[in-house]
């Protein structure tokens, strides 16, 4: 029998609806999407929640009318303004009578991170447990400690939490809608398991997800973000600083936008862009004013980008991989090799794999629905058991 569900996700510019069903030959097809344009979030705080209503109920219903289904419960994306990734490390010993590590040593390890990290106090809802590493008696990292004879067990644990405040909002707002919020997950790594491949991740690998309105950055190691930072600015900066400069509407500007190229080769030359006017007359702008305003934002998030590498540099490997994805930069012509250029690395831009919403523009909707696949398939929703083993203290800390 094959399972069907549907997630929401959260984007900067835009909220995506998909509904999925259990897949043949892939993990889950799209049976129905929609996706509405809205006016986002800044600073963990809609920027109209009358609209966030209004577009949320519109995405649904296209999502509803295209799978010819009705959505009665739904998994949701935290987007990454309303999320804190802790990060730390435990060592436990091996208790087994003979000598291997257990399924409850690896729990009792993990325990003993959230208790490190002091969970109970922080005030959230803890969506994710996640290993980097395991290490048995000081050896080798690992993702499989499991029968493996020792005496310690140590692990590096990442734990997503995610804002109680809107996490309780979306609730009320699909609640009135006559929809039930099964869980919560992060959008960040569902994007990123999607995306990386797991010899990736061993290595550790930073993501960077540009956005309309913000850039997520994020470091993978294993199956967990050890890393996680938002920088106030995105693809939409670019576009505003565009119709701001050339006088012109956003719609125009984005058009600009999309058809610049970073890295233009003798084909393309310096032609100067063209758009219509509300009146339909054609108006052409001087290439190098479009050129330069276009790179200034640009530079400016690259800046950003670039200090939080530096930042992170700790937690990367000396082989780890940039990505570059979301659709802020990375549908521009030349984005990836403008992002390497600056930032002096490798960068790769994956595209995901699906026959419909297939680019980084849905990358993350798509990491989402994914996430909540695995999660079906493995039978292990955010149950009672990880919040009494986080701690006996908080109740209800997945309250329906």
């Not at 790594?189 to 956005?211: H, N, Q, S």
């Not at 997520?216 to 938002?230: M, P």
Request: with cysteine; glycine share 10%; proline share 4%.
């Amino acid at each position: 029998m094959k399972t069907v569900a549907a997630a929401i996700d959260f984007g900067t510019s835009k909220i995506v609806t998909i509904l999925a069903e259990s897949g043949g030959f892939s993990r889950c097809d799209i049976i129905g999407s929609g996706t509405v344009p809205y006016d986002g979030y800044l600073d963990g705080q809609w920027n109209s929640r009358a609209g966030t209503v209004d577009a949320l109920r519109e995405s649904i219903d296209a999502a509803e009318a295209e799978s010819r289904r009705k959505i009665d419960t739904v998994y949701v994306g935290v987007p990454c303004e309303n999320i804190q990734v802790l990060t730390a490390e435990a060592e436990v010993s091996v208790t087994s009578e003979d000598g291997r590590v257990s399924e409850t040593d690896i729990d009792r390890v993990q325990d003993a991170v959230a208790d490190k990290l002091n969970l109970a106090d922080k005030g959230a809802y803890v969506i994710h447990r996640s290993p980097a590493w395991f290490s048995i008696d000081g050896g080798k990292k690992t993702m499989s400690p499991l029968g493996v004879k020792g005496q310690s067990l140590k692990a590096c644990v990442s734990f997503i939490l995610a804002d109680p405040v809107f996490c309780e909002d979306v609730r009320g707002m699909l609640s009135e809608m006559g929809i039930t919020v099964l869980a919560f997950f992060s959008s960040a790594i569902g994007l990123a398991l999607l995306l990386l491949p797991i010899d990736e991740r061993d290595r550790t690998a930073l993501v960077i997800d540009v956005g309309y309105l913000n850039t997520e950055i994020s470091v993978l190691e294993g199956d967990a973000i050890t890393y996680h930072a938002v920088a106030p600015l995105g693809g939409g900066h670019i576009t505003a600083d565009l119709a701001q400069k050339l006088e012109i509407s956003m719609a125009a500007a984005e058009a600009i936008k999309r058809d610049f190229n970073f890295v233009p080769d003798e084909f393309d030359g310096d032609q100067d862009p063209e758009v219509r006017d509300e009146d339909g007359a054609i108006v052409t702008f001087p290439h190098e004013l479009v050129r330069s305003t276009i790179e200034d934002t640009a530079g400016e998030l690259m800046g950003m980008v670039s200090a939080v590498l530096e930042d992170a540099s700790s937690k990367l490997g000396p082989k780890a991989q940039i990505f570059l994805t979301g659709g802020g930069i990375a549908m521009m012509k030349g984005g990836r090799e403008y992002v390497s250029g600056k930032l002096g690395r490798s960068v790769k831009s994956p595209m995901p794999r699906s026959s419909k919403l297939g680019t980084p523009r849905f990358a993350s909707a798509l990491g989402l629905m994914d996430l909540v696949f695995d999660s079906i398939e493995q039978r292990e929703p955010q149950d009672a058991s990880l919040t009494e083993r986080i701690t006996d203290r908080v109740k209800n800390l997945f309250h329906k």
